[in-house]
C-alpha cells in the first residue's frame, strides 16, 4: 500500500498527538514489508527523537517480560508514559513463549499511558533490526518519554536490534562460572547495565559477583571507559530491584548528558549502524531485481575472468 | 590465520592437480570465517570455472541426500568426477538430520573421484550463501567434472546459495495441492529441473501433474523463457529415474550451450548476486568496526536532523 501526501500530514500530526491506531497500523505495514513507507520515515526522523529509547535483552527465560512489566509500573507512578515494542526473532520455536510474554504485560492494556506492541519480522533477510528502527521512528516521532525495545539475546540479529537503543539493559539468569564465559564471548559489549533478575534463586549471588569482577577486570568491553556498568539484582515477580535499576537508568541518562562527547560518539554510532542496515536493505533489493542494470558494465571484466567478484566488491565499498 | 604469497602459489598448484586435503582445509578456514583468504580465492576465481555447478535443494525429508547418493553413481559410472558442497543451515535444530544425510553417501567415501564435504555456518549474517560461493570457487578451480550443491530449501538463505548454480534441481516430495500452491510461492523461479521423489508414493503422480500443469501455465516463474522445466518422477532408494534426471541435467547444459544469450544472462546474473554478497558482507564489517570513521562527514546532517538515515542510505546505493 502506498501512502499519499495529504495522508502523509495527516499520520504525522496523529502520531505526535500519540494516536495509538496509527502506530499499529503503521507498524503492521512494516511488519509487512509495505514500501512507499520512506517518505513518511523520513519526516518523522527528522521530527522524531523525543523519547528515551531503552533496550532491555537476554536469552530466554531470563524475565525480560515480567521485568518490564515491573519497570512500566515504576515509570507510570513516575508520571511516565511507556511504548514496549517487542522485537519477535524469526524462529517458528518461540510463537508459544512470546505469546506468553506478551500476556505477563496485560495488566498494563488498559493504561493510555501505556502501548505495548509486539513485531515479528519473518522471512526478511536480516530485515528484523532494520524494521525494529523503522518502527522505533514511529515511536519515538510519539510524545512517548520511554520507548522500551525488547527482544531475546540468541544472535547477531537481535544485537542489531539493541544497537537503536540509547541505555541496553541485558538481563542474566543466575548460573555457573562457565555460563558466565558464554555470556562474556556475546553482547556483553553492549550491555550498560547488567541484570541479574530471579534475585531469590541459590546462584544470583555468585552470579552478580562474577559479573561484577568481569565489569572490574574491564572484561565487559563496554565502549564508554568512562562509564562501569553496574550489576542489579531484580525479583520482576515481586517487583524486588525494579527501582533501583531504574534509578541506574536514569543514572546512565545523566551521565550521558554530563559526558556529551560520550553521548555523541554512540549516537554517532547508532546513526552509522542504522544507515548501513537501511543502505544493506537497498543493495538487497538491487541484487534481487534480475539486476535492472545495475553493474551491467563493470561486471564485464568478471565475466571475462580478467578480474572476480572480490576485486569488484573491494571497488564499490570504497565508494561508499 | 593468514595465508602468505608462497603459500599462495603452493595452494594453487595443489588445488589445480585436485588435491583433496587441502580444499578441505581452505574449506575449513572459510567455515570458521578466517580472514586473508580473499588474494588466493581471487586467483582461483580468475583460473577456475572448469566443472558444472548443479544445484539440488527441496524441503527436509524429500531425499535429497539420497538422491545426490545415486547422482554421484551414474555420474561416476560415465567416468566423471563429482564434488559434493552440502550445506548446513544455520540452525542447531538439524544437527541431526544433517548427520543422517552425510552417512547416506558413505558409500563413496573411498572414491578418489568423490569429494564430499559438508559445511555449516553459525552465526554468521546472511554469511552463508557467501561462504558457499567462497568454497564453489575453491571447488571449481579443481579438476572435477562436476560439482554439486546441495540445500534444505526453506529460506531465503538457502534460495541465495543455489543461485550459485548453474543447473538447479527443485525435489519435491508426493503432496496434495494446496502444499504446491506454498510450494510456488516460494522458490520455483529458481529450479530448472523439478524432482518429485519417492515416486511410489500413492501421491507422486497428483504431484508430477499438479507440477506439470504449473510449468504449462506459465507459473514456475522461470527466467529463461526458452526452457520448460521437465518433472521428473525418482525413487532415489533404488535409483529409479535417476538416469533419466541425468539425462535433463545434460539437456539443460546443451540448451545452455546453444542459446548462448540465455547462458550469459544466467552468468551475469550469478556474478551480480555474488558481487553483491560480497559487497554486504564488506559493508557488514564497515558497520560493525566502530565507525572507523565510515560515513563520518556525512551523517552529520543527520545528526543534526536536517537529514535521516533514508535519505543517506538512498544516496550511498546511487554511487554503487
Known amino acids: 500500500m502506498q501512502i499519499a501526501s495529504p495522508d502523509l500530514d495527516l499520520t504525522l500530526r496523529a502520531l505526535s498527538s500519540g494516536d495509538i491506531r496509527t502506530a499499529a497500523r503503521l507498524i ?4 509487512r514489508g509495505t514500501t512507499g513507507l520512506t517518505p513518511l520515515l523520513q519526516t518523522l526522523y527528522r521530527n522524531g527523537g523525543r523519547g528515551r529509547i531503552v533496550g532491555i535483552t537476554g536469552p530466554p527465560g531470563a524475565g525480560k517480560s515480567s521485568l518490564t512489566n515491573k519497570l512500566i509500573s515504576v515509570w507510570r507512578k513516575q ?4 511504548a514496549v515494542l517487542a522485537i519477535d526473532p524469526s524462529s517458528p520455536f518461540t510463537g508459544g513463549a ?10 498494563h492494556a488498559c493504561d493510555p499511558g501505556v502501548f505495548i506492541r509486539s513485531m515479528a519480522s519473518r522471512g526478511q533477510l536480516g530485515g528484523l533490526a532494520k524494521a525494529a528502527g ?6 519515538n516521532a510519539m510524545p512517548w518519554d520511554i520507548v522500551l525495545i525488547e527482544t531475546v539475546g540468541v544472535g547477531q540479529n ?9 541505555v541496553v539493559l541485558l538481563v542474566q539468569t543466575p548460573m555457573g562460572g562457565d555460563d558466565i564465559q558464554a555470556a562474556k564471548a556475546g553482547i556483553t559489549e553492549i550491555g550498560d547495565i547488567f541484570v541479574v533478575n530471579k534475585a531469590d534463586h ?39 530491584g525494579v527501582k533501583v535499576l531504574t534509578n541506574h537508568i536514569d543514572r546512565r541518562f ?17 546513526i552509522r549502524h542504522r544507515v548501513g542496515e537501511i543502505l544493506q536493505q537497498l543493495l538487497n533489493q538491487r541484487m534481487r531485481s534480475n539486476g535492472g542494470g545495475w553493474l551491467d558494465e ?16 573491494a571497488t564499490l565499498i570504497e565508494r561508499l
Chains 1, 2 share one sequence.
Open 28 to 31: 503492521t505495514f512494516i511488519e
Open 79 to 82: 508520571g511516565l508514559t511507556v
Open 98 to 107: 512470546v505469546l506468553g510474554d506478551r500476556l505477563r504485560m496485560m495488566e
Open 134 to 139: 523503522d518502527a522505533l521512528t514511529i515511536l
Open 158 to 166: 537481535e544485537t542489531d536490534v539493541m544497537r537503536h537503543a540509547e
Open 202 to 240: 541459590p546462584q544470583a549471588d555468585h552470579t552478580v559477583r562474577q559479573l561484577e569482577s568481569m565489569v572490574a577486570l574491564g572484561n565487559c568491553l563496554h565502549p564508554d571507559r568512562t562509564w562501569l556498568p553496574p550489576v542489579v539484582k531484580t525479583q520482576a515477580n515481586s517487583g524486588e
Open 254 to 270: 545523566v551521565h550521558l548528558a554530563r559526558n556529551p562527547e560520550v553521548a555523541e560518539k554512540q549516537s554517532r554510532e547508532r
Open 298 to 313: 563493470a561486471i564485464e571484466p568478471v565475466v571475462a575472468r580478467k578480474s572476480d567478484p572480490y576485486a569488484l566488491a
